[in-house]
């Protein structure tokens, strides 16, 4: 490593999380002579550092690709201000409001060469410098007390082995109580701030040798379990011997029962974990099931809307004159209690009308209401896929839930809140099947106490991968309105597919439904011939646009999991050519032309976790991946990679809330565990024209009669029935 002196003359660029890219003027180093009152591209983790600062820094030149020499900086001091020049860059800094040039000349002219360490050592010395106002002189003690705690507070975190980004980040958050905190219980970090697994902080703990029995490791460690449980099961509670058997596993140790208990009780006389009988909940679980009861409570107890039943039936009768359309008892059912009820639950399968019940209801209200400003109504979804499938079906604006509430991806929060609240007066949901507990109780956060909500979704598809199972707690507390649709409309009404979805639901499959027409099909193979098999069915489709086909298997590992069929079906599809660049990224190589699939959330980009596209360009030498989302073109670099994979294949879960024309599904017992109803239906009911399964008829059989992992232990139907009682 090696070390610069100098100051900032500079700041390029700054991110929310204070990554810098300035242009640093070298005073002196103990590099090369010749970088000496030169200035230099400097780039890092600083906080609390504006132009005009003089900076020690630690760090290496590297050469960058596209901008050249760059020193990269792993640790840094701030340095006191000994000359003129730099005691005045210093105070007409954007550091310190209100101190212009004048005024820091004359705390200069009067305090001299050594003035920020007379006043740092006694402030009063302010006094002397007549220019200065009362606030003046407040920002500027205030502002080198922050300087001081800071850069001292950051070099110990990175003492105890937080590295500089990190340990800004907590001093962001706890300013001067930072140490305090640390010292008292270093895994509070683990508790406030999401960015810090507990892996990581036990790990920095027991370098400094927290023992393995300390109440402190264990309080966080049976924290940490109960998120495990909930996140790998779905589960908002939790009973004892669970948390105890997998403690023991986090913290790689054999607590006895009675400090389990002990640190078990503590949390609870803490309020992070609520005991209810024999239940333990994490602290945001049960306030957000508290947050839904409440709410819903409220809504469905509030009086129905007092519409004149003859205009409802007149404007329902006129719009299907003027659209073409039939609705049955039902549908007018779901279009007449959406005006009539504060809270709705509309449900059905598919092939239903769900959709067109949507577009229906904000089309009528629009009419009735004279709604202009369409910000009145939010038309929501829990993924990217299934925000822009509603829109392109309904022809009305629609959005993410995370675009809704305006997600911060930084801080993992929402600016549309209890303390800031939409405007939106009616608010339709769809995909409810795939909301979970948190999300739905921040999207109520983020509504006023009256507005209309209506969920619309399919009970029997998948859960959330979130922790909850909201659409059927609410459906299963029997307190709410809900209109179930049953009669069939997307496809004909003797569709295969949509008969074989059905038949999963009562678990009565006919397998002589296979292979009689031309939308449903299921061909044999096992683990050793299904490659050859799948090549033989994909070689058929791959004229398909990407958005019309689909592969999508249960899991990714195994050998024909999605993983390896991934490869497989690259180089089916997509094989190397000279023409086309590729780029290697762990171990996956990706070129152009490639199909992919978004991992995560990205609002500024306006992609989203589901989404689907396909590589336009890789830049090897730069490192940088283009890829067209539906005409949405966003570039990626190495710091954000692993936010995409390749997406011939792709997993049943990511495809919740997508439709495509033909889907083929592998289907073997080696997926094991990840046979089950849901997951199955899920898959099958993705397919609008054609849908091919591959596998072993046992393999099938297994999923269908397999409803024992869809079970999740939630408080939200009991809660809201007990509001009633």
């Given at each position: 490593?090696?070390?610069?002196?100098?100051?900032?003359?500079?700041?390029?660029?700054?991110?929310?999380?204070?990554?810098?890219?300035?242009?640093?003027?070298?005073?002196?180093?103990?590099?090369?002579?010749?970088?000496?009152?030169?200035?230099?591209?400097?780039?890092?983790?600083?906080?609390?550092?504006?132009?005009?600062?003089?900076?020690?820094?630690?760090?290496?030149?590297?050469?960058?690709?596209?901008?050249?020499?760059?020193?990269?900086?792993?640790?840094?001091?701030?340095?006191?201000?000994?000359?003129?020049?730099?005691?005045?860059?210093?105070?007409?800094?954007?550091?310190?409001?209100?101190?212009?040039?004048?005024?820091?000349?004359?705390?200069?002219?009067?305090?001299?060469?050594?003035?920020?360490?007379?006043?740092?050592?006694?402030?009063?010395?302010?006094?002397?410098?007549?220019?200065?106002?009362?606030?003046?002189?407040?920002?500027?003690?205030?502002?080198?007390?922050?300087?001081?705690?800071?850069?001292?507070?950051?070099?110990?975190?990175?003492?105890?082995?937080?590295?500089?980004?990190?340990?800004?980040?907590?001093?962001?958050?706890?300013?001067?109580?930072?140490?305090?905190?640390?010292?008292?219980?270093?895994?509070?970090?683990?508790?406030?701030?999401?960015?810090?697994?507990?892996?990581?902080?036990?790990?920095?703990?027991?370098?400094?040798?927290?023992?393995?029995?300390?109440?402190?490791?264990?309080?966080?460690?049976?924290?940490?379990?109960?998120?495990?449980?909930?996140?790998?099961?779905?589960?908002?509670?939790?009973?004892?011997?669970?948390?105890?058997?997998?403690?023991?596993?986090?913290?790689?140790?054999?607590?006895?029962?009675?400090?389990?208990?002990?640190?078990?009780?503590?949390?609870?006389?803490?309020?992070?974990?609520?005991?209810?009988?024999?239940?333990?909940?994490?602290?945001d679980y049960y306030e957000a099931d508290n947050n839904i009861v409440k709410r819903l409570?409220?809504?469905?107890?509030?009086?129905?809307?007092?519409?004149?039943?003859?205009?409802?039936?007149?404007?329902?009768?006129?719009?299907?004159?003027?659209?073409?359309?039939?609705?049955?008892?039902?549908?007018?059912?779901?279009?007449?209690?959406?005006?009539?009820?504060?809270?709705?639950?509309?449900?059905?399968?598919?092939?239903?009308?769900?959709?067109?019940?949507?577009?229906?209801?904000?089309?009528?209200?629009?009419?009735?209401?004279?709604?202009?400003?369409?910000?009145?109504?939010?038309?929501?979804?829990?993924?990217?896929?299934?925000?822009?499938?509603?829109?392109?079906?309904?022809?009305?604006?629609?959005?993410?839930?995370?675009?809704?509430?305006?997600?911060?991806?930084?801080?993992?929060?929402?600016?549309?809140?209890?303390?800031?609240?939409?405007?939106?007066?009616?608010?339709?949901?769809?995909?409810?099947?795939m909301l979970d507990t948190m999300l739905f109780a921040s999207l109520l956060n983020g509504?006023?106490?009256?507005?209309?909500?209506?969920?619309?979704?399919?009970?029997?598809?998948?859960?959330?991968?979130?922790?909850?199972?909201?659409?059927?707690?609410?459906?299963?507390?029997?307190?709410?309105?809900?209109?179930?649709?049953?009669?069939?409309?997307?496809?004909?009404?003797?569709?295969?597919?949509?008969?074989?979805?059905?038949?999963?639901?009562?678990?009565?499959?006919?397998?002589?439904?296979?292979?009689?027409?031309?939308?449903?099909?299921?061909?044999?193979?096992?683990?050793?011939?299904?490659?050859?098999?799948?090549?033989?069915?994909?070689?058929?489709?791959?004229?398909?646009?990407?958005?019309?086909?689909?592969?999508?298997?249960?899991?990714?590992?195994?050998?024909?999991?999605?993983?390896?069929?991934?490869?497989?079906?690259?180089?089916?599809?997509?094989?190397?050519?000279?023409?086309?660049?590729?780029?290697?990224?762990?171990?996956?190589?990706?070129?152009?032309?490639?199909?992919?699939?978004?991992?995560?959330?990205?609002?500024?980009?306006?992609?989203?976790?589901?989404?689907?596209?396909?590589?336009?360009?890789?830049?090897?030498?730069?490192?940088?991946?283009?890829?067209?989302?539906?005409?949405?073109?966003?570039?990626?670099?190495?710091?954000?990679?692993?936010?995409?994979?390749?997406?011939?294949?792709?997993?049943?879960?990511?495809?919740?809330?997508?439709?495509?024309?033909?889907?083929?599904?592998?289907?073997?017992?080696?997926?094991?565990?990840?046979?089950?109803?849901?997951?199955?239906?899920?898959?099958?009911?993705?397919?609008?024209?054609?849908?091919?399964?591959?596998?072993?008829?046992?393999?099938?059989?297994?999923?269908?009669?397999?409803?024992?992992?869809?079970?999740?232990?939630?408080?939200?139907?009991?809660?809201?029935?007990?509001?009633?009682?």
């Amino acid at each position: 490593m090696s070390k610069i002196v100098g100051s900032v003359s500079k700041i390029i660029f700054k991110s929310e999380n204070s990554y810098l890219v300035m242009i640093f003027k070298v005073k002196e180093n103990d590099i090369d002579k010749k970088y000496n009152n030169r200035s230099i591209t400097a780039t890092g983790y600083l906080y609390d550092i504006d132009e005009g600062f003089e900076l020690e820094l630690v760090g290496e030149f590297q050469e960058h690709n596209k901008y050249g020499e760059q020193f990269n900086i792993s640790s840094y001091q701030k340095v006191i201000p000994t000359d003129e020049n730099g005691i005045i860059k210093f105070f007409t800094s954007d550091y310190f409001k209100g101190i212009g040039d004048t005024k820091a000349l004359d705390i200069y002219e009067t305090l001299g060469d050594d003035c920020v360490s007379l006043i740092k050592n006694d402030s009063s010395v302010l006094d002397q410098v007549k220019s200065l106002s009362k606030k003046n002189k407040e920002v500027i003690i205030n502002k080198l007390n922050e300087l001081d705690n800071g850069s001292d507070t950051i070099l110990s975190l990175t003492k105890l082995g937080f590295d500089p980004k990190d340990a800004g980040v907590i001093y962001k958050y706890y300013k001067a109580e930072t140490l305090d905190v640390v010292d008292k219980d270093i895994y509070q970090i683990y508790y406030d701030l999401e960015k810090f697994s507990f892996s990581k902080i036990d790990g920095i703990a027991k370098k400094n040798k927290i023992l393995v029995n300390d109440k402190r490791r264990v309080k966080a460690g049976i924290i940490y379990s109960l998120n495990l449980l909930a996140f790998e099961k779905g589960d908002t509670y939790s009973y004892f011997d669970e948390i105890f058997n997998i403690l023991r596993i986090v913290i790689n140790y054999e607590p006895s029962e009675s400090l389990f208990l002990e640190c078990l009780n503590e949390l609870i006389f803490e309020v992070k974990i609520i005991e209810l009988n024999d239940k333990y909940q994490l602290i945001d679980y049960y306030e957000a099931d508290n947050n839904i009861v409440k709410r819903l409570t409220y809504l469905n107890n509030k009086s129905d809307y007092t519409y004149k039943k003859d205009l409802l039936d007149s404007k329902i009768n006129e719009y299907e004159k003027n659209n073409q359309i039939t609705y049955d008892d039902k549908q007018k059912e779901a279009i007449k209690n959406a005006f009539l009820k504060n809270f709705l639950i509309i449900t059905g399968g598919p092939g239903t009308g769900k959709t067109t019940i949507i577009k229906s209801i904000v089309s009528l209200y629009k009419d009735i209401f004279k709604v202009r400003d369409m910000s009145e109504i939010a038309l929501l979804a829990p993924t990217g896929r299934a925000s822009k499938r509603i829109m392109e079906a309904t022809l009305f604006p629609a959005s993410t839930i995370h675009r809704f509430l305006k997600w911060n991806k930084d801080t993992n929060k929402f600016q549309v809140n209890e303390y800031s609240k939409s405007d939106a007066k009616l608010v339709i949901v769809d995909e409810v099947s795939m909301l979970d507990t948190m999300l739905f109780a921040s999207l109520l956060n983020g509504l006023k106490y009256d507005t209309k909500i209506i969920l619309v979704g399919d009970s029997n598809q998948l859960p959330s991968v979130s922790p909850g199972e909201v659409l059927k707690d609410l459906i299963d507390s029997g307190v709410f309105k809900v209109i179930s649709l049953e009669r069939l409309y997307r496809q004909s009404k003797d569709s295969n597919i949509i008969d074989l979805a059905y038949s999963i639901n009562k678990q009565e499959v006919d397998y002589t439904i296979f292979n009689k027409g031309e939308d449903l099909f299921f061909y044999k193979a096992d683990s050793t011939n299904i490659k050859e098999n799948l090549i033989t069915i994909i070689n058929k489709y791959k004229h398909l646009d990407y958005h019309d086909f689909q592969i999508m298997a249960p899991m990714y590992k195994t050998l024909n999991g999605i993983n390896n069929l991934n490869k497989i079906m690259q180089e089916l599809l997509n094989p190397k050519s000279f023409t086309k660049r590729e780029i290697l990224i762990y171990d996956t190589i990706y070129r152009e032309g490639d199909k992919v699939l978004q991992l995560m959330n990205m609002p500024d980009d306006n992609i989203y976790n589901g989404d689907i596209g396909v590589i336009l360009e890789i830049d090897p030498h730069e490192k940088l991946v283009t890829i067209d989302f539906d005409s949405n073109i966003v570039t990626f670099n190495s710091s954000n990679f692993n936010n995409f994979t390749l997406g011939y294949v792709i997993s049943i879960h990511k495809s919740q809330g997508s439709e495509f024309k033909t889907v083929v599904i592998p289907i073997l017992n080696e997926y094991g565990r990840m046979l089950y109803k849901k997951l199955i239906y899920t898959g099958i009911t993705r397919s609008k024209n054609k849908l091919i399964l591959l596998g072993e008829v046992e393999a099938f059989n297994r999923s269908v009669f397999n409803d024992l992992n869809t079970k999740r232990k939630t408080n939200l139907s009991d809660k809201i029935k007990k509001r009633y009682e």
